[in-house]
């Protein structure tokens, strides 16, 4: 009887926030889309539709310029892997637990659980700082969403309130002292690069969609985005980029652009090929204590000349 070969998913569907939204991850924990369970059907995410479609900003370049290709892979490994654990970091703080220097987080280039290191504790002790300086009052946090109108789908960092510092220049004179309603998404990279407007105001457009409900006409109007980088040389350990109700707007329209470019470039059918891979190997070589190796025998044919033979019969002509 032939054993039956087993097999196992190239990818799985992690769930999110919504139980109609789920990742579709490969074995290396990567996911491009999301599949929306309610309507069967894959959509990809905006921050693949981002990179497909948006250049990154002059500055990104300067920043890997002078590392070599390894380098500058594992740059990004690096700081994607402290990025990640950052985020499950102030995920936990938001949530009320509390974190000590030997609280572990999963490490994926370590394959192992880990306690933070002194950039990811940095990062915390920035987001401390931001946390003291705006006083945020949360209403979701790391909530998936996805545009049925437009096609695509993401995670929202946070969205809450915060209360605007007086003198704080990144907002008009008008609004100090005042709160407002912001979707913020954290970063821990080297900069905050051109296309995260990008991506805060798609995530905007579909949580507005997403939640006709909570974010009434009013909201939507008052609705700002922004983006927290963590980690900086500045005094306070963090620096942050917002945009406004109509810079949003204005935004989304330059993300739609590049989805225009994102659906040229790979099409509109979004399905996804899903393989089964083997689950396991096991191989029989059999061995041996002694080979007897046949001697090769020589080919027929003209006898090769030797080297002064050759000479000789060059001097004949």
Do not use: C
């Not at 569907?13 to 996911?31: A, L, M, Q």
């Not at 912001?182 to 939640?211: C, H, N, P």
């Not at 949003?248 to 994102?262: H, K, P, T, V």
Request: charged share 25%; no cysteine; proline share 4%.
């Amino acid at each position: 009887m032939r054993r039956k070969k087993l097999t196992t998913a190239s990818h799985t569907y992690e769930p999110t926030s919504n139980k109609n939204i789920f990742r579709f991850v490969d074995r290396e924990g990567n996911w491009t889309h999301y599949w929306i369970r309610n309507k069967k059907i894959f959509v990809p995410s905006v921050n693949h539709i981002i990179r497909a479609g948006y250049p990154k900003g002059e500055r990104f370049y300067q920043y890997l310029l002078y590392a070599n290709p390894v380098e500058a892979e594992r740059r990004l490994r690096t700081s994607g892997e402290q990025g990640a654990r950052t985020h499950a970091a102030i995920r936990d703080l938001i949530e009320g637990k509390r974190i000590t220097l030997t609280t572990k987080y999963y490490n994926e280039i370590t394959e192992r659980f880990d306690p933070l290191n002194t950039e990811e504790w940095q990062n915390l002790e920035a987001f401390m700082n931001w946390v003291s300086t705006y006083r945020p009052q949360l209403l979701y946090q790391e909530i998936a969403v996805w545009s049925e109108d437009f096609h695509f789908a993401g995670t929202i960092d946070f969205i809450g309130t915060i209360l605007v510092p007086e003198g704080d220049k990144n907002f008009p004179t008008e609004l100090w002292g005042s709160r407002i309603l912001i979707l913020i998404d954290w970063k821990t990279g080297s900069g905050i690069w051109d296309e995260y407007e990008l991506q805060v105001a798609a995530y905007r457009k579909a949580l507005i969609e997403f939640m006709p409900r909570i974010f009434t006409q009013t909201s939507y109007t008052t609705l700002w985005t922004g983006i927290v980088r963590l980690g900086t040389s500045h005094r306070t350990g963090f620096e942050m980029a917002v945009w406004s109700p109509d810079e949003s707007e204005a935004n989304f329209a330059l993300f739609a652009s590049a989805y225009a470019i994102f659906v040229r470039k790979h099409g509109v059918d979004f399905s996804i090929e899903e393989k089964e891979i083997p689950s396991q190997f096991q191989v029989y070589i059999p061995q041996v204590e002694h080979i007897d190796l046949v001697p090769e025998r020589p080919r027929r044919g003209r006898k090769k000349l030797s080297k002064s033979k050759e000479v000789d019969k060059k001097d004949e002509k």
